[in-house]
């Protein structure tokens, strides 16, 4: 194993404190592991918590900033963080308008993410909860009961946190995030295996021209292995599985999400088979994001995610944002 880390049982310790280091807007909280907006809550204003395992990075921590979430709260690599540091999380960002979880459909989150918001509760904490399961690949995997929760992630932090900062109440932050939920699909394919630093070797074993068609984030299995095939066919493949759930026949926000280990150049031939595949069925692609948003650590491979939009939901998402990941409009 090759890996730019110091130790394998500081991986995330160490991430943390890089983070702290490059982003004078946040505060990282190293004995919780927690990541907020430098500042404090807004008073009046929703707080938005998410979180999950390490090693999918931008996701959580640098989606935290104006226009999206108020905290992040990162556990061990593909390890849910426990309840007490979502607690904390959902304390700091609480501006008296009450909290919302943003959760990924994965059984760890899901009940850690549960019983945070419980304890919150007993604080006189309001908390709302939206589960974002768009993975069409496969209905239950090792991690989950129903569709993992993977790139629509970052369509429902966005949009949700663009209707928080303009002083939506708890319910109405809520009800966008689960539209933007209801209205995502992804799906994913890995061309190599991503290896956690304590494993010390890959999860899983692809021939020299094998594929895992329908990958989850942390190296679940699929729907199947293939052989590799150009990139405009497996682009198709993705989206065919996709087209099955999702109509693309609109107005879409597309995201061409790398695994952590794909070129940008690649993910670009990619984009362009998407693009032709969403016009031949009278799809317009709206809006767009290419690029590692959502990762498994070295994992070569990429998915991709489509949201059918609504006039306010791009209005939403072409509303500022200030994050260490996605940013503009300011």
């Not at 991986?11 to 280091?21: H, K, M, T, Y």
């Not at 946040?26 to 707080?47: H, S, Y």
């Not at 939920?181 to 692809?206: D, H, M, Q, Y």
């Not at 693309?248 to 032709?276: C, K, R, S, W």
Request: glycine letters at 12%; charged letters at 20%; a negative charge.
């Amino acid at each position: 194993m090759k890996k730019l880390i110091n130790s394998v049982d500081n991986v995330v310790a160490d991430a943390l404190a890089g983070i702290a280091a490059a982003h004078p807007a946040l505060r990282v909280d190293l004995e919780n592991r927690v990541i907020t907006r430098a500042g404090g809550p807004r008073a009046g204003k929703v707080g938005l918590v998410s979180g999950g395992g390490s090693g999918h990075e931008p996701l959580h921590g640098g989606y935290v900033g104006y226009g999206m979430l108020d905290a992040a709260v990162p556990g061990e690599v593909f390890t849910s963080p426990a309840p007490d540091p979502i607690l904390a999380a959902t304390t700091a960002v609480n501006g008296g308008a009450g909290v919302l979880h943003i959760v990924k459909n994965y059984t760890g989150d899901i009940l850690n993410f549960q019983m945070a918001a419980e304890l919150a509760a007993d604080e006189g904490i309001e908390v709302a909860s939206v589960v974002v399961n768009d993975d069409v690949a496969v209905q239950d995997s090792l991690y989950t009961a129903g569709r993992r929760g993977v790139g629509a992630t970052v369509f429902v932090e966005k949009i949700a946190g663009a209707r928080a900062e303009e002083g939506a109440d708890l319910a109405a932050v809520a009800a966008v995030a689960a539209e933007v939920n209801e209205r995502s699909r992804s799906f994913g394919i890995a061309l190599t295996s991503c290896t956690v630093p304590a494993a010390g070797k890959p999860t899983f074993t692809l021939a020299e021209s094998e594929i895992e068609l329908g990958i989850g984030i942390h190296g679940e299995p699929g729907r199947s292995r293939g052989p590799l095939r150009p990139a405009s066919e497996l682009a198709a493949v993705a989206l065919d599985a996709i087209a099955a759930d999702l109509p693309l026949d609109g107005d879409l926000l597309v995201m061409v999400n790398g695994m952590g280990g794909t070129p940008l150049l690649e993910l670009y031939i990619l984009y362009q088979a998407v693009a032709e595949y969403v016009a031949a069925r009278g799809g317009r692609i709206a809006r767009n994001l290419v690029g590692n948003y959502i990762t498994s650590l070295d994992m070569q491979g990429f998915s991709v995610t489509a949201c059918a939009l609504t006039p306010e939901l791009t209005r939403l998402w072409d509303a500022p944002v200030d994050t260490p990941a996605l940013r503009w409009g300011r």
